[in-house]
């Protein structure tokens, strides 16, 4: 064999060594990451693809928390007492939602009017004077009415009490915000439970966005 080509030989089986080993490693991977992207790693340019569709073997998905529901149960023989899962909760909110705001009572009036989209019958709304020189001393605060969807009254605790001009009562509806996704239960390798950390159900649908990491 003349010597360069025992060169080019010995340079081929240099180069096809360590490629050869990489692909025996990515073949005897687990389910967790395909095989071709273990492959082409090195020369990835593109997006990656994630296993997302509902399956009994799926690392990732779209589950939908619904209205009036706490909780979700996701099935998945992937997840483990000790995975790791990270959320993106995308919710889709009614225009001019609020949960929190001022609002004023006219001068010589005992009772203002709250406008938003989040308030429903039995929610809990915190109240409280802005302006305590312009009411009459001790004079506390009371959810008069609420319309669903659209508003609630604000008034005084008898209803009766008018006020002077400039007074300002500061609300906000507990648990009505859009935060505070956590994992419930695991139950290992079958399914988990997704939930408002809270444990109260929302008026609203949200997707949430999650992708399994095994630990090592």
Same mark, same amino acid.
């Given at each position: 064999m003349?010597?360069?080509h025992a060169a080019l030989m010995f340079a081929a089986a240099l180069i096809a060594a360590p490629a050869a080993a990489y692909a025996s490693r990515a073949l #005897?991977?687990?389910a967790g990451t395909p095989v071709i992207e273990l492959l082409f790693r090195p020369f990835l340019k593109g997006p990656l693809h994630t296993k997302?569709? #509902?399956a %009994?073997?799926?690392w990732a998905g779209l589950t939908t928390l619904g209205s009036g529901s706490a909780t979700v149960t996701v099935s998945t023989n992937l997840v483990n007492s000790d995975s790791i899962l990270i959320f993106s909760p995308h919710v889709a909110l009614a225009a001019g939602w609020s949960t929190q705001g001022r609002t004023a009572i006219a001068s010589g009036l005992a009772l203002g009017t709250a406008s938003t989209p989040a308030v429903y019958s039995? !929610?809990?709304i915190g109240l409280a004077w802005e302006s305590p020189n312009a009411i009459t001393s001790g004079q506390a605060l009371r959810v008069d009415s609420i319309v669903n969807g659209i508003s609630f009254a604000i008034a005084t605790s008898n209803g009766l009490t008018t006020v002077a001009s400039g007074a300002v009562a500061m609300w906000k509806i507990h648990g009505k915000d859009p935060v505070g996704i956590k994992v419930n239960t695991i139950s290992d390798g079958g399914r988990f439970t997704l939930g408002? %950390? !809270?444990g109260i159900a929302r008026p609203f649908s949200t997707t949430v966005m999650w992708e399994m990491r095994p630990t090592k």
């Amino acid at each position: 064999m003349k010597p360069i080509h025992a060169a080019l030989m010995f340079a081929a089986a240099l180069i096809a060594a360590p490629a050869a080993a990489y692909a025996s490693r990515a073949l #005897s991977c687990g389910a967790g990451t395909p095989v071709i992207e273990l492959l082409f790693r090195p020369f990835l340019k593109g997006p990656l693809h994630t296993k997302a569709g #509902s399956a %009994a073997n799926q690392w990732a998905g779209l589950t939908t928390l619904g209205s009036g529901s706490a909780t979700v149960t996701v099935s998945t023989n992937l997840v483990n007492s000790d995975s790791i899962l990270i959320f993106s909760p995308h919710v889709a909110l009614a225009a001019g939602w609020s949960t929190q705001g001022r609002t004023a009572i006219a001068s010589g009036l005992a009772l203002g009017t709250a406008s938003t989209p989040a308030v429903y019958s039995g !929610d809990v709304i915190g109240l409280a004077w802005e302006s305590p020189n312009a009411i009459t001393s001790g004079q506390a605060l009371r959810v008069d009415s609420i319309v669903n969807g659209i508003s609630f009254a604000i008034a005084t605790s008898n209803g009766l009490t008018t006020v002077a001009s400039g007074a300002v009562a500061m609300w906000k509806i507990h648990g009505k915000d859009p935060v505070g996704i956590k994992v419930n239960t695991i139950s290992d390798g079958g399914r988990f439970t997704l939930g408002w %950390a !809270d444990g109260i159900a929302r008026p609203f649908s949200t997707t949430v966005m999650w992708e399994m990491r095994p630990t090592k």
